[in-house]
């Protein structure tokens, strides 16, 4: 199978927990991480990995000839790198459209001149929101309907992954997956965020009526999937990756305040996201069957503890980033 990977955001979260993954159990594999090393990047997420088999290139994922250059010595790309919070795509959307748009074509173009197997990471953000009574769930049949900067960007380069593989018969793959949660999350997202608030005696913070509901899924979990669809996947197909994980946020947020021995009602409400979507729903029914993938951190409060414990022990991996986020947030009167 693929010996020579190249990972694009592998210094993220999802993207470094990906690395760890294809690195224990994958160990014939050499991994190329290509990360720009933005504010979300962060070289110590993968530091601990084993330089004879994990390389990373710092560059950016728009740079044409850097990219052309890596996949002349790759079997397959998985692309993870993007800009990825909403927020901050409302605030400024210019390099959301950079890297989420020219980033995948760049890579799409380097992976059709060299014949290289792409994976492309993206998001259930580009189906839009459902109501918090509609029975549905997104399946991979639902039109696209994205709301905010950030997953109109992530619906742009899914369409491009499409007609790559349409006109230029790329072989390419895509998986759409709800909300993650997990260790090396940045603090800016919303469970770091309120575990890393209540860490530095600050409160926790819930956006408008904080009914929304969020598909939560362990981050390890979309690991697997993304492993299995890249080696076992039909090319040119699209699949949905949740592990029926929906919750409020508001009861995620008191089941932080709980675990963390705080009065559940101890928080603020701040001020809602413009746009703000009601609610997420995988249907991850196509992964099961067809490729029996199966999510094994289905125990969401055993998760939550993991990744308090994780955020309590690693304490220098993100006060240095608090400052300056909470500023940002403050401004936003959130
Ligand atoms: P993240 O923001 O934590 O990490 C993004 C990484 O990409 C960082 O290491 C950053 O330095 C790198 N990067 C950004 N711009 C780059 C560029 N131009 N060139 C090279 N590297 C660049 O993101 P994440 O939450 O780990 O998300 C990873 C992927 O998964 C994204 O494509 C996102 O759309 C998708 N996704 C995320 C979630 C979630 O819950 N976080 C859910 C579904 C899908
Ligand atoms: O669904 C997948 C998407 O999940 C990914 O594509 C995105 O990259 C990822 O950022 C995530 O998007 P969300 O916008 O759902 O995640 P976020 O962590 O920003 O917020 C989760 C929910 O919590 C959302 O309804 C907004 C709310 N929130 C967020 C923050 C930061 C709060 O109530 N308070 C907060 O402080």
Redesign the pocket.
């Known amino acids: 199978m693929f010996k020579r990977i190249i990972v694009?955001?592998?210094?993220?979260?999802?993207?470094?927990?990906f690395v760890h993954h294809v690195a224990r159990e994958h160990p014939d594999v050499h991994i190329t991480v290509?990360?720009?090393?933005?504010?979300?990047?962060?070289p110590e997420?993968i530091s601990d990995l084993p330089t004879d088999r994990v390389e990373l290139v710092v560059?950016?994922?728009?740079?044409a000839a850097l990219v052309d250059s890596l996949a002349s010595h790759a079997d397959a790309i998985v692309?993870?790198?993007?800009?990825?919070?909403n927020d901050n795509s409302i605030a400024d959307p210019r390099?959301f459209l950079?890297?989420?748009v020219e980033?995948t074509y760049t890579l799409l173009e380097a992976a059709r001149a060299h014949g290289v197997r792409f994976h492309h990471?993206?998001?259930?953000?580009v189906y839009g929101d459902l109501a918090l009574d509609d029975p549905a769930r997104f399946t991979e049949e639902t039109p696209y309907h994205p709301s905010s900067p950030?997953s109109s960007t992530?619906a742009a380069s899914d369409m491009l992954v499409r007609a790559w593989y349409r006109t230029y018969h790329v072989p390419v793959t895509i998986s759409?997956?709800?909300?993650?949660?997990g260790p090396?999350?940045?603090i800016e997202?919303f469970i770091p965020r309120q575990i890393t608030n209540l860490l530095i005696g600050g409160r926790a913070k819930l956006y408008g009526d904080g009914k929304n509901v969020r598909d939560w899924i362990h981050?390890e979990d979309?690991s697997s999937a993304v492993w299995e669809i890249l080696t076992r996947g039909r090319l040119g197909e699209t699949y949905l990756?949740g592990a029926d994980g929906e919750r409020a946020n508001i009861d995620v947020l008191r089941a932080i305040l709980e675990r963390m021995g705080h009065d559940p009602n101890d928080f603020d409400w701040v001020r809602d996201r413009p746009g703000h979507d009601r609610r997420y729903a995988i249907d991850a029914t196509k992964l099961t069957t067809e490729l029996g993938w199966r999510p094994t951190h289905t125990d969401f409060s055993a998760g939550l503890d993991d990744t308090i414990a994780w955020y309590r022990s690693h304490k220098a991996w993100w006060l240095p980033a608090k400052e300056e986020t909470e500023t940002r947030y403050l401004q936003q009167g959130q």
């Open positions: 694009t955001g592998g210094c993220g979260f999802i993207g470094s927990n290509l990360d720009k090393l933005t504010y979300a990047g962060n997420n560059g950016d994922i728009c740079d692309h993870f790198a993007a800009e990825s919070h390099p950079e890297t989420n980033g990471v993206s998001t259930d953000e950030y992530k759409n997956c709800s909300n993650n949660y090396y999350q940045h997202k981050t979309h990756i």
